[in-house]
């Protein structure tokens, strides 16, 4: 068992529960379910070569470490990228290739992405370290060792992520830091996993007893996007996380960060935000229970939920990866027409047409020797805004009515 398995095996047991309610309640409006996408990832096979955590197969990459800061599409492009290794795989070994609806292409993608979520253990022994060296210990103890001006973190341990850590310092954070500020210690930040080695060092230390891991319910995004709302984040940040003239857009400050790094930016920031939002009147948003987790996992989600895409750049894609060759109009219509083509209408509906056609696919690249496509960065976006668009002006073309001049007079 690797590195956060037990971390995220906490949370399994606690999606293996959920029932269609607390499913919905995961999903809300973001795309894709990850407790579906976890039950498809099985029943499909899926497991068989990948796996999360290191429990599962070997022969493909684990998914919970690509996953993080890539959107929906972007995974659904990297997807892309490695099935003609896969598809050998699948052939040699006899497995049936898997095949999916839109919306479970989009459970699974959400399960790939969610799991990142579950962040990988600290070290305790770097943690000890960070525990000193930022001065933690000149107002709290742990194990018995330190200070006793602030409340002792033995508490903490029956944590495994350090997410109720930082959740406590963030509540406590303006009084916390009008009090360094006066006696002129320096405010701690946090870089990298440094607050998760902490809460390592905080497990490992600690002298509270019955200390058996507190398995938390797994982070709801759509929770945490209506508590971005109700905390009064979206003053400063704006709908969404997009940034305003106050504050920046929480997309690209969050971008591929794990949890504990998510945590440390927010610590990281709020002396900054409540002296900002005590001058704008606003009451330093207070976290209850798992708030700050689905916080978080909001703001982790945020790029996973980018859609658009550029016509002009999905076009250039499009002759550039070689699509004209078998599916333009004036190619060798090897394909179809993917301007005539249903899949082109939604966002994942490409992605989820091409996976279930690629076996085909790969033959026929095969036979003709075409060098099989591949999708970096938004390039797949691109090119399903491309061929969207195409798909808009067949429409209209259809429903226009030809000019009243090159109608057929009636006899």
């Given at each position: 068992m690797r590195t956060g398995a037990l971390l995220?095996?906490?949370?399994?047991?606690?999606?293996?529960?959920?029932?269609?309610?607390?499913?919905?309640?995961?999903?809300?409006?973001?795309?894709?379910?990850?407790?579906?996408?976890?039950k498809i990832f099985l029943a499909r096979g899926c497991v068989r070569c990948h796996s999360i955590w290191g429990n599962g197969g070997t022969l493909g990459p684990d998914f919970a470490v690509v996953g993080a800061g890539r959107s929906m599409q972007q995974l659904a492009g990297l997807f892309w990228n490695h099935t003609p290794?896969?598809?050998?795989?699948?052939?040699?070994?006899?497995?049936?290739?898997?095949?999916?609806?839109?919306?479970?292409?989009?459970?699974?993608?959400?399960?790939?992405?969610?799991?990142?979520?579950?962040?990988?253990?600290?070290?305790?022994?770097?943690?000890?370290?960070?525990?000193?060296?930022?001065?933690?210990?000149?107002?709290?103890?742990?194990?018995?060792g330190g200070s006793r001006i602030g409340p002792a973190l033995d508490r903490y341990a029956r944590?495994?992520?350090?997410?109720?850590?930082?959740?406590?310092?963030?509540?406590?954070?303006?009084?916390?830091?009008?009090?360094?500020?006066?006696?002129?210690?320096p405010i701690p930040t946090f870089l990298g996993r440094?607050?998760?080695?902490?809460?390592?060092?905080?497990?490992?230390?600690?002298l509270l007893r019955g200390r058996e891991p507190v398995l938390l319910q797994p982070p709801n995004p759509a929770r945490g996007g209506r508590l971005f709302a109700a905390k009064g984040c979206i003053r400063c940040h704006g709908t969404e996380g997009r940034g305003t003239p106050f504050g920046p857009d929480l997309r690209t400050a969050t971008l591929r960060l794990r949890v504990s790094e998510i945590a440390g930016v927010l610590w990281n920031h709020?002396?900054?935000?409540?002296?900002?939002?005590?001058?704008?009147?606003?009451?330093?948003?207070?976290?209850?229970?798992?708030?700050?987790?689905?916080?978080?996992?909001?703001?982790?989600?945020?790029?996973f939920r980018e859609t658009g895409g550029g016509v002009r750049t999905g076009e250039e894609v499009f002759t550039r990866k070689g699509c004209s060759t078998c599916h333009a109009p004036a190619g060798l219509r090897i394909g179809p027409d993917l301007s005539r083509s249903q899949a082109v209408s939604t966002?994942?509906?490409?992605?989820?047409?091409?996976?279930n056609h690629a076996p085909a696919m790969f033959d026929v690249a095969q036979q003709q020797r075409v060098e099989w496509p591949r999708f970096e960065g938004d390039e797949m976006r691109d090119l399903a805004e491309y061929l969207r668009s195409l798909a808009e002006q067949a429409r209209r073309q259809v429903e226009t009515p030809a000019p009243a001049a090159s109608r057929p007079r009636p006899r």
């Open positions: 995220w095996r906490g949370a399994v047991a606690w999606a293996c529960l959920a029932n269609s309610n607390a499913t919905g309640q995961v999903a809300g409006s973001f795309p894709g379910d990850p407790v579906a996408g976890r290794r896969m598809i050998e795989t699948v052939r040699r070994r006899g497995f049936e290739w898997p095949t999916f609806t839109e919306a479970e292409l989009a459970d699974v993608i959400s399960y790939v992405y969610y799991v990142k979520l579950f962040d990988e253990l600290g070290n305790p022994a770097l943690g000890v370290q960070w525990f000193r060296a930022k001065r933690c210990a000149e107002c709290h103890s742990v194990g018995g944590y495994i992520a350090p997410v109720m850590l930082a959740q406590g310092m963030w509540n406590h954070g303006p009084a916390m830091q009008a009090r360094q500020t006066a006696e002129g210690v440094e607050m998760a080695d902490i809460q390592a060092y905080i497990r490992r230390a600690s709020s002396f900054q935000m409540s002296a900002a939002m005590r001058a704008r009147g606003f009451a330093f948003p207070q976290f209850r229970g798992t708030e700050m987790a689905d916080v978080i996992a909001y703001l982790y989600y945020l790029r966002p994942l509906g490409l992605a989820t047409a091409m996976w």
